[in-house]
């Protein structure tokens, strides 16, 4: 059953809005796997819910699974072709490539093994804070979009009263919720490394976050050998530094490659060549790269659950303790991730109606993905803002805000 598009949409939507429709699914015509699997998700969708998909599911289909799934498409294909026997895409930003790429590997019949890792970058720097403390301060003295001294010392693991005791020994009281600018905060920190209370607390709580999320670590398999990658969104490399530190301290010879779809930097002294991109980097991209919004890109490209804080130990098995708080997207999150996977199911359908689903995916659709993302995040109508322009974000490591 074909998507008949604008039609039926909610009365009072603008012309611009049933324009901008069309136009998507206009752009992909380009790829008729990829249009194919969304027409027919809508109609599968309609039959059995006796109701329209929702617009802002039908919206996601159209603009992010595309990309999503060749995306993942080229990580399989290339960890394949470099020896790597698994692969584990990290939460939460992972999730949705996740459900792709075990998929994929059935369509494919690859062997490769594709985990979900429950990590954060709260959650691995914490524990290796203490192994390295000049690194520790850099990872906690940087900048963000409201960032004040208490929620910088909250990056060190402290509790309230040892904020307080900190706050206190540094006279910060009166501007311990100031927001602050990366000068200031570069400023801040030169007052931090002055503070042995500080250095005391952050070892004390990085020492007792080790054991359990080394446990973690090793229990998934990653102290094991190399032979695997980590899979993420992307931006800055520092979430794979972190894990690599706390592996290295078990196992020194295992050095982490990372695949992501986008890099704006690499970290400090890191080799480069251990981050592969997709769809830009400091290098390559720049004009996809200035279209792209990543902040946008997480709230939409995520999983529903609450940030992971720390481990725990139970019965001899290693967990994930997940901040109570779901994802306050959480609702859209699993509505897409629902359709995804209905999608995926069409896409990857063994009757191959047109025989177009492996060219469409090993294409290279790094052009075709930026037209869709372009409008989406570039250029947005009445449509993209109705469907996701309230949703909520944060960039600090703790996720309080």
Known sequence: MKEKGGKGMKTGKSRACEVRYHEYLTILQERPAFRRAFDETCGEFQISQESRMPLDSRLYLMVFAPALVSFVNWVMEQAVMTGKDRLYFLSRDGYQMYLVARQLAV??????DCRYLHVSRYSMRLPGYHLNMERCLDSICVGGIDVTPLKILRRGGLTEQECGNVIRELHMEEIQDKVMNYRQVQLLREQLVKSDMLRQYIQKHSMEAYDNAIGYLKQEGLCRDDRFAIVDSGWVGTLQCAIEALIQSVT???QVEGYYFGMYEYPRGAERNRFHTYFFSLERGLARKACFSNSLFETVVSAA???TMAYGMEGGRYYPILREQNNPNAGQLAQNAEALQRYLKYLLSEKGNHGTEEY??????????????KKFMSEPTALEYECYGKNLFSDDVTDEN
């Open 107 to 112: 369509y494919k019949d690859m062997t490769i």
């Open 252 to 254: 020194p010879e295992i």
């Open 360 to 373: 469409d995916m090993m294409a290279d659709n790094k052009k075709f993905i930026a037209e869709l993302m």
């Open 305 to 307: 659950e609450g940030t």
